[in-house]
């Protein structure tokens, strides 16, 4: 075993935590979340000069964190990846470059706590008990009194209707 | 509203299903206009909400093996090309491990092999080749080194692991005991294969070609009349290439991959 770590390894133990929330705050899912983070350390290795400042190191990850959820996302679904994500591309981290991810993760949730907000009562109940109390389809249907049949429904218009509010708070 | 079922909301159920239980959701179960947006808006609230937001210990150290290899050289791209007079590796027993140094100056090839005392795996015997372009069987080189990819003990039966080395993205994986490694490029369009262990084979995000772990199309025209892929509603429509496979040995319970050199 290696007396001291070697500069990858540093740079992957400073950044794998903070790398991993913010690729899984935007997939949403481990898995993925573990093939973006492994793709961002990946590119590292092939492509990071590790000689540089701390900072750009941070930047330079976050950037190609932020690139390879994009990617993700177009690969996946063919569209281009609009309004989801507000991060500008030369984003460049504060200080303190693992904290700052946190923070824009506390901007997404009251982004998304406003969009359910804007929501009708139902589209709002129906998502907050699918995503935020992690019900199931027919939990939810349960508490709501209605069919599963009609929960699925509901889930899908509101996730519509809150799909289209987001991109129109968007512009 | 009365009890209605829309087929677009039950196949987007899946989506979410898989989302808020923890799987790998399908692109498949998002078709239609507009759901690709419900669909990140849906898994960012599902990572709002989720207390789950850090990664697995286990994947975490898997992970830092590979830039622990980069560390050493054996990933490490930065090497100018052909390595030439080979020298025996010391402390070859234990962990394998050279210098960035180290590699420039030595040629690791076929002598880091012998002076460890390479006990080779078994390869499943296959049967009569068939003409392909993307590979054919195993993958043997003539210049290049073994880089460790996995401990043994970090695949049990049925699964499989990433790996990158200079040369190649690919699998190793456990089937039935046996370990190979296969390429996780698809041969139609060069998309990245992921790993399905519901499934055991690699699958491509693109078109949805379907690779058995020996590394040959499963979901294809030809098997399909007498063997019809679960899960897929029709045959992949044209014939692909079986994956490349390069060599794999196990030794002392961590599996290398012949990785070739130019």
Known sequence: MPAAPGPFEQVYTTHVVGIYRFVYARVGNRPDAE???????????????????????????????????????????????????????????????PDAPAARDGATSDRLRHLLDTLPDRYRRVLELRFLERLTVAETASAMGISHGNAKVLQYRALRRAALLGEAGDG | M??????????????????????????????????????????????AASQAGDPDPAFVEQLRRRMRAADDGVAAVQVPPPIRDARAVPGGRARWRLTRRQLLQSGIGAAAGVAAGVIGVTLAQRPAARPTLGGDGELVAGEGFWAEVALLDELPDGSALRFTTPAFDGFVVNDGGEVRALSSVCTHMGCTLSYRPDWRDLRCPCHGASFDLEGRLANGRRTWRDNPYRGDARAYPIELPDLVRPRVKVEDGRIMVWTAQA
Do not use: C, K
Request: proline share 7%; hydrophobic share 45%.
């Open chain 1, 35 to 97: 093939d973006l983070t492994a793709q961002v350390f990946i590119r590292a290795v092939e492509q990071l000069d590790t000689s540089r400042e701390p900072r750009q190191i941070a930047a330079w990850l976050y950037r190609v964190a932020q690139n390879a959820v994009a990617d993700h996302w177009r690969a996946f679904y063919r569209l281009p990846v609009v309004g989801i994500d507000h991060v500008a591309p030369g984003w460049e981290p504060a200080e303190e470059p």
């Open chain 2, 2 to 47: 009365a009890d209605e079922r829309d087929p677009r909301a039950e196949r987007f159920a899946r989506y979410l299903d898989a989302l808020t239980e923890g799987g790998r959701p399908s692109p498949g179960d998002v078709a239609g206009d507009g759901e690709a947006e419900m669909a990140q808006l849906a898994a960012e609230m599902a990572a």
